[in-house]
C-alpha cells in the first residue's frame, strides 16, 4: 500500500509560514519561462482577485494592485521537500521523494507499529498536518493510482471501489501523462483516465506509444517500477532557506522566520540525536553581498533556544546594515547526543582551530570588529577598500591600483610639509548612493621621507593613508 | 592662442559607449572654441550626418572617422581627410563589419598593415602588448606620414607610467605624437547618464558592482585651458595640424544616379519628359486638359532645375517592372500631389479627383529629394526587392536602417535595473502609467501614486536618467523597404553591414540622413490590401462576370451609390481603411457619397482630428445644423472642400499661400515647423510673417492671430489629403467588390491573411451574413487557397491553408498527386507525400472526414503511423482501428477553433445559451437596433477586440461576437475598475448596461460585467465537470 503526499504550494506556504502576517494579503510565485514571466503559486487572497496559475505577472499586478510577488525557484521548493522528508523521517522509513512536490509513502511496513492500516494512514495525516503547509493525500495499493489521485485532490478512501471510480473519473489532463499523449488523446475524444482504460493495451500501445501503455500498465499493476529501492535518506548536513515575503528592515522583522529555522534545526538534531556547536544564518540583502551572522555555543547542543539567545545578543549589537529579502540557516559539523560538554575558553588546551577561534571573538568582541580586508571595483577609496567576513576570500576581480594598504580616517595636513609626487588621480563619483567624493590625489612625501596619500577636497589638504 | 581639434570622440551612435548627441559634441566643440572636432565612433559613421547637420550651422570643422579596438593591441583611430580616404574607411568598416554578426564587427593588426592608402591613423597602444615595438615600427613603415601616436590622460593613477611609456616608445618609432580626449561626454554633467548606460551595457546594477562607473569625468570635452594644463604644448599643436590637413566634408557625397536609367542618347531630363507626356496621353486619351499640362511643365521645370530626375526614372523603372509581373502596386504619400507621377503611372490620385499641391511633393525651399513611398502587393514584395538586387547587384543596392532608439518602457526598465530596482517593482510602477497623459507628465504620475519610493534619492535619479535616456540610440535595425542604390558600389559613400535577416545588409544611415545628403532612398513598402485586391479581381476575370470584360483597379465603375449605400450601415467589415471601430461609428454619421467623402472619412477618424475637435464642427456642418462663415474669397477657396474645417495639410499649406502671400516653399516650411515646434522653435519667425502678410491683405489681427493658433494646433496633427485620397481609391475599390462580388471579396481577403484588422472568423461570418455559404475544408475538395465555386448561390470552400501547423509545400505538393476519386487511406496521403504532422493536423481539423470518417477517428487512426512505433506493433499496424464515438457538437465547435481559428456549425454562444440562464436573457446583437435609446438590458459575447484609444479618456471600447452579429460596448474607467477582472481577463463577456443609439450608432454603455469564461471550457456538456 502506497500514501502519496503532494504538497501543491509547498514554496508558497513555506514563506506564509515564516512570515504569517502577509497570510491575509495577496502573495503570488511567478516563474520565467521562454521570457514570459507566468503565475506559478498564489495564495488565497491572490486566487480571490484572479491571480492563478498559468497566468502572465503583468496581468496578475493588474488584477490585484496590491499584489506581492516573488520569484519561484524549483531548488528551494527541492530544498523543501527534503525538509519534508526529515520531518516524515520520525514517523515512515520507507519514503520516496518526487520532487518537487510528491512523496510516497510504503504503508506495509508501517501497519504493524501503527496497529492496521487505517491507524498508519491516520498518523502520518496528523505528521503532515504539522507542517502546516497545504497537503494533499491518497492512499492505494498502487503507487501512481496514489500520485494521480493526491494530484487531483480526489477525496482521501480506503474503500478499493471508491478509490477505482474516482480515478476512472479524472480528466486525461490530470493524469501526469507526457503533454503529447494528452494532447492526442484528447484529439481522439479520451477526456478521461476511466476512457483510456477502456481500450484495449495493444490499441493504445499502437496508437499513443510506450509511454502510454506503461502508464496505463503501471496503473493496472502489471508493471513493476524501480520506486521501491529509491528510498530516501536523510542529509548529513542541514540547511534551510526563507524567502521573506517582504523585504525587512529591522532584526525585529527576522525574529520569527529565524526562530522557526531554529526550530527545524532542533528537530533535525533531535531525529538524529546529535549536537553541534556552530551554526550560521546568512542573510540576503538588498543592494550588497550576502551577510552571515554566525553562533556558537560554549558547548555543543541540539536545543533551539540555546543558540537563539546568543543570536538575540548579536542583533542587539548593531542593527542591520541593509535591507534582508531571504534568510537561510546551516550546520554541520555535527557530534552524537553523548559527547561531553566543555566550557568556552576552559580548555587551555582548545584548538579547535581558527573558525571557533573567529565565532568565539566575534561574540565577545562583537562581529564588526573581526573581518578580513579585501578590495572591490568601486573607484572611491574607503568603500573600495571593504570589510568582508573572515575567512572569506577571493571574490571581486580587481584591477591594480596604486593605493596604500591601510587607509586612515582622513587627517588635515599642511601642505607645505610635504612634497607632491605624483598626481592628481582624480576622483568624482558616487553619484548613485549618498556617499559621492569630489578629489584629487597625490601620491607625497613628508619631512621624514614617508610616502603617503594625500587628497584635495573643499580647499584643504588630507592625509589618507601610507605606503608602506 | 592655442589651437586645439579633439581628433577622438564617440557619439551615442557607439550604442551605450558614449551619453553625448553627435548635435552636442559639436555644439559643445565649438562653444569651447575647439578648430574641429572628428566623431569617430566604433567600426561606424552612423552619427556623422547628424554632426554634419549641426556644423554647417556653426563654425567649427567637422572631421569624419572611425575608432577600431584589437584585443592586446589597442585602440585605432582612423581619420578620413578625403573623399577618396573616406571611401576608403567606408569600405574597411563594411569589411570589418561583415565578417561578424549583426551589431559586432572583427578587425586584426594585419588589416591596419595594408589597405589604407589615404586615411589618417592614430595609434593608443596597449602597453602590456609585448611586441609594441614591432608592431609601431610596421605601423610607421606603412602609414608613414600618415601616422601618429595617440596619447590620452584622464587623471588616472597611472598617468605617469603611460606617459613615460609613450615617451619612450616614441623615441624608438620617432614618430609624432598627438593628444585627444577619448571623449564620451559632451559635458561633466553627463557622467550620471554615461555611467548608467556602463552599466546597462555591462549588464550589472551600480550598487552590486561599482566597478562600470568611471571613477572621474575627465571623458567630456574640456576646456582650452584645461587641455593646457593636461597635455604639452606640441601635442596639443599636433591636433590642430592634423585637422589642417584634413578636408572631407559630406557633401562631397553628391547623388549619382545609375547609368542604366536612361537610354543611350537621351538624357535623364528628355527621357522624363517623353515618359510624362506618353503617360499624360494614356491617362487622357480624348485629350489633355490644359490645366494638367501646365501642372506638369511647372513640375517638370523644377525637377530640372533640382536635378531630381533619377528619383522619378528609377521609381518608374520599378513600377514598370511590377507591370510586366501583374504586381498591384500604388504610391501614396505627398507623391500624389504629383502629376508627373501620375502621368508616370506611380500613383493613381488624378488631379482632377484632389486639389494638388505639388509644394507640399517638391518645393525649392524644402530643399529635400522627393520621398515616393511605392505600396506593392505584400505577398510579391519581395520580388520587386530581388529585382532591385539583380539589377543593381548587392554591391550597389542595400536597406537604409532603423535607428531603434530607447522608448519610455525600455529607458524605465534598464535605468531602473541599473539603480537596483527589481524587474518586479519596475512593472509594478509602470504598468498604471498613461505616457500619452497630456496634463500629468508621466515623472509626476509617479511621485502622485508613489511619493515614497520617487521622493527618495534614487527614485529621483530614475526619474532624471530614464528622461535622459529616451531617444538614445540602442541599435541599428533595417528599415521596413527602404533601399539605396548607387551608380558605384554603396560602400563607397556609406557603410554597409549584416542585418538580422539572411541575405539582406543594411547601410549604417537611416531615412533622415539620406535626406540631409540628397541621396536617393526609394522606398518598396508592402500592402496587404493590394494583394486581396489582385486576387479579388483575378476571380472576377476568371469567372468571367463582368460582361466579358476584364476588370483593372483602373476600370472599376467609380461613384456607385450602391457602395455610398452600404457604408451608410456601417457594413465596411474587410474593406480598407474604414473597417475599425472608429470608421464604423464615423460612417452612418458623415454618410459619404462621393470619393471625395471617402477621403475626408479617412483623414477625419485620427486621433489628431478628434483631439483638435475638428470632427464635431464638420458633422455639424455637413448636417446642415450649422452656418459656415469665411473672411474671404481666398479662404473660401482653401477650406470650401472641407466646409471651413482645416483638414489636410495641404490646406494649411494653401492658407499661408493665399492669405498670406507665403511661397509654396514657404508655406510647406511653416508646416514642417508646426510639425516640429516643440523641437526648433522657429514658429516664432513664421508666426510675425504669417501675420503680417495677413494683415497686409486686409484680414484684422484678431483674426489673423485666430487663424495662426488654429495652424499651430492643426499642424502637429494634420493629414496630407494626398495620401488620403490614394488611400480613398483602395477604400473604394474593395467596397465595390464587396458590394458586386461578396464572394470573390471574402475569397480575396481570406487568401492574404494575415492582414487587415478582422480574423479569418471574423470575416467568414461576415460572409454568411452577405449570404456567401462556406463549406469546410476537405482534403479531397479543397486547395491550398479558398475557392469561389458558384456565384448563385455564391458559394466558397475553405483552404487547407486555414489549418494550423499545416506545410504549404507539402500541401501544395500533395494535392498534384490527389487521385480523381479522391485520397481513400492514410496510405495514399503518405504516397501522396504528406508526414504524419500534416495527416495529424488535417485530422484534428476534421479535414479528413471524407478518407477516414469523424476526427476522432481520423486522429485516432493516424496516430499508428508514428516514428517511434514499437516494433512489436508494426506489425499488427494493419489491424482495423478501433471504432471510436463521435464528437458532440460542442467538442466539434471547440477543436474546430482549435485547429482553424473558425467555425462553420454553430456559434459557440448560440450552444451555451442553451445552457446558461444569463445568456438566454441576453439581447442578441442585430435586435439592438429594435432597442430604444436609454433602454437598460443585457448582452453577451466572444471578447474579439479591446481597444482604448489614447484620446479616449480612459474609457475602452470592446466589441463582443455573437452568433447574429458584433455588438459595441462602453466600458468607462470606474466601471472596469469596479470589474476589474471581468475587464482584463473575460473571453466570454456579459454585460449589463443601457443602450445609446445616435445616427443610427449602437453602443451599449456597460454598467456591470461579469465573466462567462468558464462556461467557454466546457469540453462535453454533461453533469460531470472535467478540469
Known amino acids: ?468 | 592662442m592655442m589651437a586645439f581639434a579633439e581628433l577622438h570622440a564617440l557619439s551615442h551612435y557607439s550604442f551605450l559607449r558614449s551619453a553625448a548627441a553627435p548635435e552636442e559634441l559639436v555644439c559643445r566643440a565649438e562653444k569651447l572654441g575647439y578648430s574641429a572636432i572628428a566623431i569617430t565612433d566604433e567600426c561606424s559613421v552612423a552619427g556623422v550626418v547628424k554632426a554634419y547637420e549641426e556644423a554647417k550651422q556653426r563654425d567649427i570643422k567637422l572631421i569624419i572617422g572611425s575608432e577600431f579596438h584589437i584585443t592586446d593591441y589597442g585602440t585605432f583611430v582612423v581619420l578620413a581627410p578625403t573623399r577618396e580616404a573616406y571611401a576608403e574607411l567606408s569600405q574597411k568598416i563594411t569589411e570589418f563589419r561583415g565578417r561578424s554578426k549583426k551589431g559586432s564587427y572583427q578587425a586584426n593588426i594585419e588589416d591596419f598593415f595594408t589597405g589604407f592608402s589615404d586615411c589618417f591613423l592614430l595609434w593608443l597602444p596597449d602597453f602590456q602588448q609585448s611586441q609594441l615595438v614591432a608592431v609601431g615600427k610596421k605601423l610607421c613603415h606603412v602609414w608613414h606620414s600618415r601616422f601618429w601616436l595617440l596619447y590620452e590622460r584622464h587623471y588616472q593613477a597611472d598617468d605617469s607610467e603611460t606617459f613615460n611609456a609613450i615617451v619612450e616608445l616614441n623615441k624608438v618609432l620617432k614618430a609624432r605624437v598627438v593628444c585627444a580626449g577619448g571623449v564620451r561626454m559632451a559635458t561633466k554633467q553627463q557622467q550620471p547618464l554615461f555611467d548608467t548606460m556602463s552599466a546597462i551595457r555591462e549588464g550589472h546594477s551600480l550598487y552590486e558592482n561599482s566597478g562600470v562607473a568611471s571613477g572621474n569625468a575627465e571623458r567630456h570635452l574640456r576646456s582650452l585651458q584645461e587641455l593646457k594644463q593636461c597635455y604639452p604644448a606640441a601635442w596639443l599643436n599636433e591636433s590642430s595640424n592634423i585637422a589642417n590637413h584634413c578636408h572631407f566634408c559630406l557633401s562631397e557625397l553628391r547623388y549619382e544616379y545609375p547609368a542604366e536609367l536612361t537610354p543611350k542618347g537621351l538624357s535623364a531630363t528628355a527621357y522624363l519628359r517623353q515618359l510624362t507626356e506618353d503617360g499624360a496621353r494614356r491617362r487622357y486619351p480624348t485629350g489633355i486638359p490644359a490645366s494638367v499640362k501646365a501642372q506638369y511643365e511647372k513640375e517638370l521645370k523644377l525637377i530640372q532645375e533640382m536635378q531630381y530626375e533619377a528619383f522619378f526614372l528609377t521609381i518608374y523603372d520599378l513600377v514598370q517592372f511590377a507591370n510586366s509581373q501583374g504586381i498591384l502596386y500604388q504610391g501614396r504619400g505627398s507623391a500624389a500631389n504629383s502629376v508627373v507621377c501620375f502621368c508616370l503611372g506611380i500613383t493613381a490620385v488624378n488631379p482632377s479627383q484632389i486639389e494638388v499641391l505639388f509644394e507640399r511633393f517638391i518645393s525649392k525651399e524644402r530643399n529635400e529629394p522627393p520621398d515616393i513611398d511605392v505600396d506593392f502587393e505584400h505577398e510579391r514584395r519581395e520580388e520587386i526587392i530581388q529585382y532591385i538586387y539583380k539589377k543593381y547587384t548587392r554591391k550597389r543596392a542595400a536597406l537604409a536602417a532603423t535607428v531603434i532608439t530607447y522608448r519610455f518602457k525600455s529607458a524605465f526598465r534598464d535605468v531602473g535595473k541599473t539603480l537596483g530596482f527589481s524587474e518586479q517593482q519596475l512593472q509594478f510602477y509602470s504598468q498604471n502609467l498613461d505616457t500619452r497623459d497630456k496634463e500629468d507628465s508621466w515623472q509626476q504620475q509617479l511621485m502622485q501614486q508613489h511619493p515614497n519610493v520617487f521622493g527618495s534619492k534614487k527614485g529621483q535619479l530614475l526619474l532624471l536618467l530614464v528622461e535622459q535616456l529616451k531617444g538614445a540610440p540602442r541599435h541599428l535595425s533595417q528599415h521596413v523597404g527602404g533601399f539605396v542604390i548607387a551608380s558605384d558600389e554603396v560602400a563607397r559613400l556609406v557603410p554597409v553591414e549584416n542585418a538580422s535577416m539572411p541575405e539582406r545588409t543594411v547601410i549604417q544611415w537611416d531615412k533622415t540622413d539620406l535626406e540631409t545628403l540628397g541621396l536617393l532612398k526609394v522606398d518598396v513598402l508592402a500592402l496587404g490590401m493590394l494583394t486581396a485586391l489582385r486576387k479579388m479581381l483575378a476571380l472576377v476575370n476568371e469567372k468571367g462576370t463582368n460582361n466579358g470584360k476584364s476588370l483593372t483597379l483602373a476600370n472599376i465603375p467609380q461613384e456607385d451609390q450602391t457602395v455610398y449605400k452600404q457604408l451608410h450601415q456601417a457594413d465596411s467589415m474587410g474593406i480598407f481603411q474604414i473597417e475599425s471601430r472608429a470608421q464604423m461609428t464615423m460612417l452612418p454619421r458623415l454618410k459619404p457619397k462621393t470619393f471625395y467623402d471617402l477621403v475626408i472619412q479617412i483623414a477625419i477618424v485620427r486621433p489628431g482630428p478628434i483631439q483638435g475637435d475638428m470632427v464635431h464642427p464638420y458633422l455639424r456642418r455637413r448636417d446642415g445644423l450649422e452656418n459656415v462663415n469665411y473672411p474671404s474669397e481666398e479662404v473660401q477657396s482653401v477650406l470650401k472642400r472641407t466646409l471651413g474645417v482645416p483638414i489636410f495639410q495641404e490646406q494649411v499649406i494653401k492658407l499661408a499661400m493665399v492669405a498670406a502671400g507665403f511661397t509654396g516653399g514657404e508655406a510647406d516650411q511653416l508646416r514642417r515647423a508646426m510639425a516640429s515646434w516643440g523641437k526648433r522653435g522657429q514658429l516664432t519667425h513664421f508666426e510675425h510673417k504669417l501675420i503680417k502678410g495677413m494683415r497686409e491683405r486686409g484680414y484684422t489681427q484678431d483674426f489673423a492671430e485666430r487663424l495662426f493658433r488654429q495652424i499651430c494646433g492643426f499642424g502637429q496633427y494634420g493629414f496630407p489629403e494626398s495620401h488620403s485620397a490614394s488611400f480613398a481609391n483602395l477604400a473604394y475599390a474593395s467596397a465595390w467588390f464587396k458590394t458586386h462580388y461578396p464572394a470573390a471579396f471574402y475569397v480575396g481577403l481570406l487568401n492574404s491573411l494575415p492582414m487587415g484588422f478582422y480574423s479569418a472568423s471574423q470575416l467568414v461570418q461576415d460572409g454568411q451574413r452577405h449570404n456567401v455559404e462556406f463549406l469546410p475544408a476537405d482534403i479531397n475538395k479543397s486547395n491550398w487557397d479558398y475557392e469561389w465555386l458558384s456565384q448563385e448561390p455564391n458559394v466558397v470552400r475553405i483552404g487547407l491553408r486555414q489549418i494550423k501547423s499545416l506545410s504549404e509545400v507539402r500541401i501544395k505538393e500533395s494535392l498534384k498527386h490527389r487521385p480523381e476519386a479522391g485520397f481513400k487511406g492514410l496510405k495514399d496521403l503518405e504516397n501522396a507525400g504528406l508526414n504524419k504532422f500534416d495527416i495529424q493536423a488535417l485530422a484534428k481539423a476534421d479535414a479528413l472526414r471524407s478518407v477516414l470518417g469523424h476526427r476522432y477517428q481520423a486522429h485516432w487512426e493516424s496516430l499508428s503511423e508514428r516514428d517511434s512505433q514499437m516494433p512489436l506493433f508494426a506489425q499488427v499496424s494493419d489491424c482495423p482501428a478501433r471504432q471510436l464515438p463521435a464528437p458532440q457538437e460542442v467538442e466539434d465547435i471547440k477543436a474546430d477553433y482549435e485547429t482553424q481559428g473558425l467555425s462553420l456549425r454553430r456559434h459557440p454562444v448560440t450552444l451555451l445559451r442553451a445552457h446558461s440562464k444569463e445568456l438566454s436573457r441576453c439581447v442578441v446583437a442585430k435586435e439592438l437596433t429594435d432597442c430604444r435609446s436609454g433602454q437598460v438590458l443585457s448582452v453577451a459575447g466572444l471578447v474579439t477586440c479591446r481597444q482604448r484609444p489614447g484620446t479616449s479618456s480612459g474609457v475602452t471600447f470592446f466589441t463582443l461576437e455573437d452568433e447574429t452579429g458584433n455588438i459595441n460596448v462602453v466600458v468607462w474607467a470606474h466601471t472596469a475598475r469596479q470589474f476589474r477582472q471581468a475587464y482584463l481577463t473575460s473571453k466570454l463577456l456579459w454585460v449589463k448596461g443601457v443602450v445609446e443609439i445616435k445616427s443610427g450608432v449602437v453602443h451599449v454603455i456597460a454598467g456591470r460585467l461579469k465573466d462567462l469564461t468558464s462556461l467557454l471550457t466546457i469540453e462535453r456538456i454533461e453533469n460531470r465537470r472535467f478540469h
Not at chain 1, 496578475?60 to 525557484?73: G, H, N, P, R
Not at chain 1, 492505494?140 to 473519473?169: F, R, S, Y
Open chain 1, 1 to 468: 500500500m502506497w500514501l502519496y503526499c503532494h504538497f501543491p504550494q509547498l514554496l508558497l506556504d513555506s514563506l506564509l509560514r515564516a512570515q504569517p502576517e502577509f497570510e491575509k494579503q495577496a502573495v503570488a510565485l511567478y516563474q520565467v519561462q521562454n521570457g514570459q514571466s507566468l503565475i506559478e503559486q498564489s495564495n488565497q487572497v491572490a486566487q480571490q482577485a484572479g491571480v492563478s496559475q498559468g497566468i502572465a505577472s503583468v496581468m496578475a499586478i493588474a488584477l490585484c494592485e496590491d499584489l506581492k510577488l516573488k520569484e519561484y525557484s524549483v531548488a528551494k521548493e527541492e530544498r523543501l521537500l527534503c525538509g519534508v522528508a526529515d520531518h516524515l523521517y520520525q514517523w515512515a522509513a520507507k519514503l520516496v521523494l518526487e520532487p518537487p512536490q510528491g512523496i510516497y509513502v510504503e504503508l506495509d511496513s508501517l501497519e504493524k507499529l501503527y496497529g492496521g492500516l487505517s491507524n498508519t494512514a491516520k498518523t502520518l495525516h496528523l505528521a503532515v498536518k504539522q507542517l502546516g503547509v497545504r497537503s494533499q493525500l491518497a492512499v492505494t495499493n498502487n503507487a501512481l493510482a496514489a500520485k494521480v489521485l493526491a494530484e487531483a485532490d480526489a477525496p482521501l478512501t480506503m474503500n478499493d471501489e471508491k478509490t477505482c471510480h474516482q480515478l476512472k473519473g479524472l480528466s486525461i489532463k490530470s493524469s501526469g501523462l507526457p503533454d503529447k499523449v494528452v494532447r492526442d488523446s484528447l484529439s481522439a475524444g479520451i477526456f478521461s483516465i476511466g476512457d483510456l482504460l477502456d481500450i484495449p493495451v495493444s490499441d493504445i500501445g499502437r496508437q499513443l506509444g510506450k509511454e502510454a501503455l506503461f502508464y496505463i500498465q503501471e496503473l493496472k499493476g502489471e508493471l513493476k517500477t524501480q520506486r521501491a529501492s529509491d528510498f530516501y535518506q536523510p542529509s548529513e548536513r542541514f540547511f534551510q532557506h526563507v524567502d521573506l515575503v517582504s523585504e525587512v528592515s529591522n532584526w525585529q522583522g527576522l525574529r520569527f522566520p529565524m526562530k522557526r529555522l531554529l526550530n527545524e534545526l532542533e528537530s533535525f538534531l533531535y531525529q538524529r540525536q546529535k549536537v553541534v556547536q556552530h551554526i550560521k544564518f546568512q542573510l540576503y540583502q538588498r543592494d550588497k553581498s550576502c551577510s552571515e551572522v554566525r553562533v556558537a555555543t560554549a558547548s555543543p547542543s541540539w536545543r533551539a533556544q540555546s543558540f537563539w539567545s546568543l543570536l538575540q545578543l548579536k542583533m542587539e549589537q548593531a542593527p542591520l546594515s541593509a535591507p534582508v529579502l531571504e534568510v537561510s540557516l546551516q550546520a554541520s559539523d555535527f557530534s552524537s547526543l553523548s559527547v561531553k560538554k566543555s566550557h568556552f575558553f576552559h580548555d587551555a588546551k582548545d584548538t579547535q582551530g581558527l573558525f571557533p577561534l573567529i565565532g568565539k571573538l566575534q561574540v565577545k568582541l562583537g562581529e564588526n570588529a573581526v573581518y578580513t580586508p579585501a578590495v572591490s571595483d568601486d573607484p572611491r577609496p574607503g568603500i573600495n577598500e571593504y570589510k568582508q567576513p573572515p575567512c572569506r576570500f577571493g571574490g571581486f576581480s580587481v584591477k591594480p591600483v596604486k593605493r596604500p594598504l591601510w587607509l586612515n580616517h582622513p587627517e588635515r595636513v599642511n601642505l607645505d610639509e610635504w612634497s607632491l609626487s605624483n598626481g592628481p588621480e582624480r576622483k568624482r563619483c558616487g553619484w548613485w548612493d549618498n556617499q559621492p567624493i569630489e578629489r584629487d590625489y597625490w601620491i607625497a612625501t613628508d619631512s621624514k621621507h614617508r610616502k603617503g596619500w594625500l587628497f584635495y577636497e573643499s580647499g584643504q589638504w588630507y592625509l589618507q593613508g601610507w605606503f608602506s
